[in-house]
């Protein structure tokens, strides 16, 4: 991933690669919108794995201003320098016609006379869906780290999971990853001749991963090129480490724990593949329950989150319309092939190529239902739900009878399909489950009032007004406190309104005695008070200000 001085410089680019280092199969465009310093990019991919092996090889460093040298780190990250090699003067300069160019165009929404509701979620859907020289800039974050580990670690890989693999990933996501110093196909050599190795720490695994992380964080902070922002949560349930990787402009985590993240990406691919409705219907909701304010940017989060979205459609598209396979018609079809067993002890045995399959997996195959229906019948379905007494299952596409003494029942319940013991939506408060119901509804009946040709309505109905984003902080009641701090207040009060209620009984003889003595106070204190702004706005004084919190 080259750094060009823009879109201009692809002549210069594909002329010095291919010359130095080998034939230039294609050159991707990559726009990093987050920062001028480093905003535009070519993603060069070669015809040979070997000339990528020699730009490593032979990729210079410069020198920083006050002469010292810089930090001299392999890196998947580079620079175009603007001095000409002789190599490049000689060689023939293709036309730009010639160049194997590839940008990436976004699709305007389509509104107006002649376009179906329909029609605008698939454009929506395009406009956010995740570009491929953005699929390419992720993967080359990866491989940043997996280089910095693999002289140590020769086998280390780090693999990409979440949005961005699953096929409901958008624009501007965060980037998740997993780093596996030794994968289980190395662990199942029997060589005789073993590796000398240090023991773990005392404390476990647990306690061995997070000084894995703690030493990986360091290394990223001080030695690769583009990561600022490098934080540790090494205490949370699944130690990662946070950092945003300025180049490329994403915000990325990196564990280190289980694998399971990977098959449940996996399980979402094949799902959204299953029909070509899926993923311009995941889309669409995503965007309407961001409107509605149903997603919130803080974390932790009482409300609903990306992923419990999708499962929700997931639920909707298999018990209503049957267009989705169960997790457990997918086990039954499952071989041996299938059957991966994860470092915390989730086994997963579902059905991976389902290529074979979609006709059968699918009702809707041959069906004409447009995006505004599923759209609209998602509303319904849920909107008509009986939230405290259902559990949406996607493992059997059932809706089964809530049970209040499951463990991580709350006011959703929506099963995780790899880990049954698990609740998607664990974190969901009632108050959000009750505006999701409401809001539901309402969106409902917008719909049932049009159809998908008419003309009337277009997606901003449903969405609202555009508001400027503001930096928004959770109210306390929202994350679960300040319920006994306003039981306190009101106790409190009570006892204000009973202490006053005795001491208005002499209100009027108190003011007729202390009538004089209370103008004068009056006085001394705007008199004080105005002494104080003069001195904290005097001229050679700075204003003081609060704080905004």
Same mark, same amino acid.
């Given at each position: ?8 410089? %692809? *002549? ?71 001095? &000409?090699?002789? *190599? ?9 016609? =010639? ?79 997993? !780093?596996?110093?030794?994968?289980? *196909?190395?662990?199942? +050599? @029997? ?14 695994? &647990? ?8 030493? $990986? ?14 934080? @540790?949560?090494?205490?949370? +349930? ?29 399980? !979402? ?28 940017? $803080? +974390?932790?989060?009482?409300? /609903? *989150? ?6 929700? $459609? ?39 190529? $389902? ?22 019948? /998602? /509303?319904? /379905?849920?909107?008509? %739900? =009986? ?13 089964? %009878? ?10 959703? #319940? ?20 009750? !505006? ?12 049932? +009032?049009?159809? #998908? ?7 901003? #109905?449903?969405?609202?007004? %555009? ?10 009641? #929202? ?17 204000? &309104? ?21 103008? =004068? ?29």
């Amino acid at each position: 991933m080259v750094q060009v001085k823009g879109p201009q410089s %692809a *002549t210069d680019l594909y002329s010095y690669c291919s010359t130095n280092f080998g034939s230039v199969k294609g050159m991707h465009f990559y726009k990093n919108h987050f920062t001028k310093a480093f905003s535009n990019f070519y993603i060069v991919e070669f015809q040979d794995e070997n000339s990528v092996s020699h730009v490593l090889e032979n990729g210079s460093h410069a020198e920083i201003d006050n002469g010292s040298q810089p930090v001299p780190v392999t890196s998947p990250f580079l620079w175009l320098s603007g001095a &000409r090699s002789e *190599t490049g003067k000689n060689s023939p300069v293709p036309s730009a016609l =010639e160049l194997p160019l590839y940008n990436d165009t976004t699709e305007q929404l389509c509104k107006g006379s002649g376009c179906h509701i329909s029609d605008e979620i698939y454009k929506l859907w395009k406009s956010l869906e995740i570009s491929d020289a953005d699929i390419r800039s992720r993967f080359l974050v990866c491989r940043q780290i997996e280089l910095a580990v693999q002289g140590m670690f020769c086998h280390a890989s780090v693999l990409p999971f979440g949005s961005s693999v699953n096929g409901f990933g958008q624009i501007h996501g965060d980037q998740d990853m997993i !780093l596996r110093l030794d994968p289980q *196909t190395y662990q199942d +050599r @029997k060589s005789r001749l073993v590796f000398h190795s240090k023991s773990s720490v005392y404390g476990g695994d &647990r306690a061995q991963i997070r000084r894995y992380c703690d030493q $990986v964080s360091n290394m990223i902070q001080v030695f690769l090129p583009g990561c600022q922002d490098v934080q @540790k949560i090494l205490y949370a +349930r699944v130690p990662i480490i946070k950092y945003r990787q300025e180049l490329t402009g994403i915000d990325c985590d990196l564990s280190m724990t289980s694998t399971s993240g990977l098959y449940m990406s996996s399980l !979402l691919h094949i799902w959204g593949g299953i029909d070509w409705r899926v993923r311009p219907l995941v889309a669409v909701i995503k965007k309407w329950a961001k409107s509605q304010k149903l997603v919130k940017d $803080v +974390r932790p989060t009482n409300y /609903f *989150t990306n992923f419990s979205l999708v499962m929700l $459609v997931v639920f909707y598209l298999q018990q209503v319309h049957n267009m989705l396979p169960t997790v457990e018609k997918l086990e039954e079809l499952g071989t041996d092939k299938d059957v991966f067993t994860c470092e915390d002890g989730v086994s997963v045995r579902f059905l991976q190529d $389902v290529s074979p399959h979609i006709q059968n997996f699918n009702a809707c195959f041959d069906t004409e239902i447009s995006l505004f229906c599923l759209m609209k019948g /998602f /509303f319904e /379905f849920y909107g008509n %739900a =009986e939230f405290n007494a259902s559990c949406f299952n996607p493992i059997t596409g059932k809706t089964d %009878a809530k049970n209040k003494q499951w463990p991580k029942s709350s006011a959703l #319940d929506l099963i995780n399909p790899l880990e049954p013991d698990l609740n998607v939506s664990y974190n969901v408060s009632p108050p959000a489950v009750k !505006l999701f119901k409401e809001r539901c509804l309402e969106s409902w009946r917008k719909c049932d +009032r049009y159809s #998908d040709h008419t003309d009337e309505m277009d997606l901003s #109905d449903l969405f609202g007004k %555009a508001k400027d984003s503001v930096l928004s902080m959770p109210r306390m009641l #929202d994350v679960g406190l300040g319920r006994d701090m306003k039981r306190s207040a009101k106790s409190k009060s009570d006892k204000s &309104r009973t202490k006053s209620s005795n001491v208005s009984l002499n209100v009027d003889k108190v003011n007729g005695e202390k009538k004089t003595s209370s103008d =004068e106070s009056l006085h001394a204190e705007g008199r004080l008070k105005l002494e104080k702004e003069k001195f904290l706005r005097g001229p050679r004084e700075k204003p003081v200000f609060k704080q905004n919190l």
